[in-house]
């Protein structure tokens, strides 16, 4: 059974199992090089001398230099993050049975999962107009289940300004940053009708990295929102606003999709111009990949 498709993991009722078979899938998989060395970087070889744990004999180094040589770690430090979860109505969204808001949330409970294995703290904050619920990162393993049972009783409902939240939360952190190592992931469609909105939105982001905090931007979209696949005339309507729009796709289509993709340029230069990771998601690939990416970025963190 492949626990990497998003419909598969949604016939799991048990958000905490969703968590675990994705992270494990990830970790024994085909992407396990990802995974390994999370908690410890490489950092020198030493002579090795009696005591020494074997495990960490060079045996490469071996075999060019007929010595032994040990292997040293450097323990990497770890994070304070926060898992910072759009719940407004537009993430209710499903043209395949899974919506942006339940990618989001078990993608959400799968890096939690693993933050929490390696020892991170992991806080939670779910939003529509303004930051509706804050969960403090904690690093005890039980303070999963605090995360995981916010996300299911959780509804995607009201209007988005993810702009206006960045800021409060940006505030939030008066000006010190999370304490230590700070990470903040956003996990959001990104859609605000505000016609300047994709400004602000980088402005806000631009904000949360001179606090100091390490940012992520998970883009959440539906393969209906990025292909617009719809042929005959329909009545489309705002699932946040009282707007409503009876037209017919085929006019539609190629400025829809102009429009969305400018947006998504901009909101990947504007993320790349501020050292901030982005990633654009279709709700019905894999979940595999943004825990690659994650795990990819993590790796490189520790390298700067």
């Not at 395949?96 to 020892?119: E, H, I, P, R, W």
């Not at 959780?154 to 209007?159: D, F, H, M, V």
């Not at 539609?252 to 340029?265: C, T």
């Not at 990949?289 to 970025?297: D, E, M, N």
């Amino acid at each position: 059974m492949n626990y990497f498709d998003p419909k598969v993991l949604a016939g799991v009722k048990n958000l905490h199992l969703r968590a675990r078979f994705l992270v494990d899938g990830v970790m024994v998989g085909k992407h396990a090089s990802q995974a390994k060395g999370l908690s410890a970087e490489f950092e020198e070889h030493r002579g090795y001398v009696p005591g020494d744990d074997t495990r960490h004999i060079d045996w490469k180094a071996y075999a060019k230099f007929d010595r032994y040589f040990v292997r040293e770690y450097r323990k990497t430090t770890n994070m304070r993050a926060y898992l910072v979860m759009d719940a407004s109505a537009s993430m209710g969204y499903a043209s395949n049975g899974v919506s942006k808001f339940d990618y989001g949330a078990t993608l959400s409970a799968a890096l939690a999962y693993l933050m929490l294995k390696q020892q991170d703290a992991v806080g939670m904050i779910l939003f529509a107009e303004k930051m509706e619920k804050m969960i403090p990162p904690k690093t005890a393993h039980d303070h999963l289940f605090a995360v995981l049972k916010t996300l299911e009783a959780t509804r995607p409902q009201g209007e988005t300004s993810v702009a206006s939240v960045l800021k409060e939360l940006a505030a939030s952190l008066n000006g010190k940053g999370l304490k230590g190592k700070g990470l903040i992931v956003l996990l959001s469609d990104l859609l605000d009708p505000r016609p300047d909105a994709a400004e602000e939105i980088a402005k806000g982001l631009k904000q949360l990295r001179s606090r100091g905090s390490e940012v992520i931007v998970f883009h959440l979209l539906d393969g209906d929102e990025l292909r617009f696949p719809f042929k005959d005339p329909a009545l489309f309507e705002d699932m946040e606003r009282d707007v409503k729009l009876l037209a017919d796709p085929k006019v539609l289509r190629s400025a829809y999709l102009k429009r969305l993709q400018e947006l998504i340029a901009r909101y990947r230069s504007a993320c790349l111009s501020h050292r901030i990771e982005y990633s654009l998601f279709d709700t019905s690939a894999g979940l595999d990949r943004a825990l690659v990416r994650y795990l990819a970025w993590r790796q490189k963190l520790r390298r700067r």
